[in-house]
């Protein structure tokens, strides 16, 4: 058997009201996802005026960056055009997201869990989600 | 057009608490999901401990209570067999849940929302929707 | 954050082979799948004679298991007709299985993982899959 | 009626070990799956460190080329913008993967299964295949 270190219900709230202050100063409301490093939902908040659409996608950004330990805007470039990943996009049922604003959240080396943004443009979203794992990173 | 009420992130976190308090309170970690009256996703938080099988299921709570306005509960009831609404359980793709722990936010003679909680027995989810539920109508 | 204890690929090995061993000897080949303890899965494999369909539901039979930390006989007598949580069978798109043949794997008191078994009766899927607890938890 | 031949479990077996060796070689930790040649799934693993996002791509990546006795780099090229395979990619549920990693095992000149790698780069994912479909082979 193997020990794996992972978030828990804590550091997602440093994660989502660190990404929360970032919305609030662009003026842009997002959703706002948090998985575990297997992937699986921890914590969610759409704030007062996030996009319906949003919901799945910043969940399942949040799922590609900590089950791939990868952003998900290095997916979006390895998946353009002529790129060797194109088309990796529909994977998982469409899960498999591609446009930025998915993160990793690493600590000591390895992948711990993930948060999701979206409702902004993809730069906005990660802009976001960056304060969200700068603030979490702060505490450690 | 008509003027709908709903509730907002800062109702969701009165009941996402009310409810975490009493899950605490008999010791069972739970999934907790709140939506909106239109069924989508607000808020959502495992406790540590709950079950990752359960956080679709307290999503899905959440959904068939506030998009019905009625209980999951009572959809058990109505969907024994020889009942009227024997096997409305698999409508949806399977998100129509009819087992107890969602319940519909109502306020003003309205539905404003759901919650969904799953990860102990039936009773045990519904009474912790219960707990969430008087939380929130205390600040009404 | 938290550590949690998880099955690693020699785990598997050892589920899989014990639970092998047992379909062998009973005569009735199976689908096995082994999850780790946030139901994703870890390995699987198909006897020669294994059940097509079968495929499917042993994944899910472990992925109820060990996210539920449940056995699958339990939601099964669970969900009978006049039991509370008749119609969960087909929550989570219908993962959720409440068939007879999905186990938790435990070790120190936590669920580390799952096994799920298909391919023959529930009753058999059932020893089968305690077989390959069996193997598994020798080596503890 | 006819006859097909297809892969048993022990040809499954040289096909994950061939594919493990080079993994374990290029120091990057794989999903890999094995289907028959009905596309149905006969083995899988996930080596300590596979992506949990792999695990449904890799299958499909094996579901793909044998279903379709072709390579699913030669879907990638022909999925390219302008190329008129262009957007089969979110085919079958997303399931028609277009990236490499997937490759048709073939047999006197017939497809008998599949082999799907995934969790490097598209052309490790490929190596990696490459390389179960060698140790197969030389025991023809």
Known sequence: MIQVTRLDLADARLLLDGAKAKATEIGVPMCIAIT?????????????????????IAIDKSFTASGAKKATHEYGAAAQP???????????????????????????????????????????????????????????
Chains 1, 2, 3, 4 share one sequence.
């Open 82 to 140: 002529g790129a060797p990943a194109h088309g990796i996009g529909s994977a998982i049922g469409g899960r498999l997201m591609v446009v930025a604003g998915g993160l990793p959240v690493m600590a000591g080396g390895e992948c711990v869990g993930g948060i999701g943004v979206s409702s902004g443009t993809p730069g906005q979203d990660r802009e976001v989600a960056e304060a969200g794992l700068a603030a979490f990173e702060a505490t450690l």
């Open 36 to 56: 575990d490093e297997g992937g699986n939902l921890l914590a969610f908040e759409r704030m007062e005026g996030g996009k319906v659409t949003s919901i799945t």
